[in-house]
T-cell receptor, first 112, second 115 residues
């Protein structure tokens, strides 16, 4: 069945360093890939997304890359700050279905 | 994006009882979704709720256990029926975004503990 694998499950970085989280999807029909940040006690917050017709998208310190051939996409956070500490989820969806397949999550800790 | 609120924010319930969770949106949306997030786990879609039609449930979820109402374009409820400790989870509602693609925006969640 459809599946999204996410790695690593936990990631610790020093403040100011970069963090990279990777996801691989199985359904070749997937064409929309959002990333969510979930802070403790809160709902997931959409932080960036990418459509299958682009290879990279950037928004200030965060960027997402997509490799459709390899069926993987990655979240890049530069100049990490303590407030970036949270659980990050990737997801894959096919246009028109509204059904998301979520990755298993990455707990990011930014050490001051 | 829409502002989404959920009530209650958390609850502790006894097994065998039922809890109804409310989701309110500050704008009209066609599609609303209910998810379950078990402790330390990812999100799993329970059902999709469109106004004016029966909810569509995902595999492993049934209407008798998770009845859903969608009386208008800004409100939905999810009931967790005949609860057991295995139902202890965060329950999240989400709504479709305004864009052409499948954006979803989530509410703050309801943290349910069943004793």
């Amino acid at each position: 069945g459809e599946n999204v694998e996410q790695h690593p499950s936990t990631l610790s970085v020093q403040e100011g360093d970069s963090a990279v989280i990777k996801c691989t999807y199985s359904d070749s029909a997937s064409n929309y890939f959002p990333w969510y940040k979930q802070e403790l006690g809160k709902g997931p917050q959409l932080i960036i997304d990418i459509r299958s017709n682009v290879g990279e998208k950037k928004d200030q310190r965060i960027a997402v890359t997509l490799n459709k051939t390899a069926k993987h996409f990655s979240l890049h956070i530069t100049e990490t700050q303590p407030e970036d500490s949270a659980v990050y989820f990737c997801a894959a969806s096919t246009r028109g279905t509204y059904k998301y397949i979520f990755g298993t999550g990455t707990r990011l800790k930014v050490l001051a | 994006s829409a502002v989404i609120s959920q009530k209650p924010s958390r609850d502790i319930c006894q097994r065998g009882t039922s809890l109804t969770i409310q989701c309110q949106v500050d704008s009209q949306v066609t599609m609303m979704f209910w998810y379950r997030q078990q402790p330390g786990q990812s999100l799993t879609l329970i059902a999709t709720a469109n106004q004016g039609s029966e909810a569509t449930y995902e595999s492993g979820f049934v209407i008798d256990k998770f009845p859903i109402s969608r009386p208008n374009l800004t409100f939905s409820t999810l009931t967790v029926s005949n609860m057991s400790p295995e139902d202890s989870s965060i329950y999240l509602c989400s709504v479709e975004g305004p864009g052409a693609y499948n954006e979803q925006f989530f509410g703050p969640g309801t943290r349910l503990t069943v004793l």
